[in-house]
């Protein structure tokens, strides 16, 4: 189990620079509202990082704090393409957590990781959930509209 913690560790650590990054990426080009809810983004991120830290310590593992590369990252403010790959991110992060709840729940039958599993993977589907609905708004506001609606 943890090494299979270990594994996923550095896609949270990586989430979390990857959105203060693009938080701080919004606010340069004036679109404060939307960093804002990136820096919250990048803060929930470093929180499943952390728990996922003090499980490994609890089974008296070493946690791997190196981040990795999870996606190319984004080099100019594009707005829509910026939420669609984190989309894509988001969605990857939640597969490598349900594989690792069902390990928990199944070979390893460890209860307590499975239920700090569970909270990320509640945080992690709301987060897909709320970058559905954006692009959603983009394609029926358009995206001008959209991004008026984030300064
Ligand atoms: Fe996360």
């Known amino acids: 189990m943890i090494d299979e ?10 989430a979390h620079l990857r959105y203060s990054g693009q938080a701080q990426m919004l606010r340069f080009h004036g679109y404060n509202k ?11 991120e470093l929180g499943h990082a ?10 008296d593992g070493a946690p791997n704090y190196l981040p990795e590369l999870v996606s190319d990252p984004i080099k100019k403010c594009d707005v829509p393409a910026m939420l669609a790959a984190d ?4 969605q990857s992060v939640l597969d490598s957590l349900n594989a690792l709840n069902t390990l ?5 039958a460890d209860w307590e990781t499975s239920n700090v599993l569970r909270g990320l993977i509640t945080d992690t589907e709301d987060h897909v959930t709320w970058l ?5 708004l983009i394609a ?3 995206k001008a509209n959209y ?4 300064l």
């Open 147 to 150: 991004l008026q609606a984030q």
């Open 132 to 136: 559905n609905t954006q692009l959603e």
């Open 140 to 142: 029926e506001l358009g």
């Open 5 to 14: 913690l270990n594994k996923h560790l550095p896609m949270e650590l990586s």
């Open 34 to 44: 939307l960093a804002d809810k990136y820096t919250e983004e990048a803060e929930e």
């Open 87 to 90: 989309l894509e991110v988001e």
């Open 50 to 59: 952390h728990k996922l830290i003090y499980r490994i310590q609890q089974l």
């Open 104 to 108: 928990a729940e199944g070979k390893a």
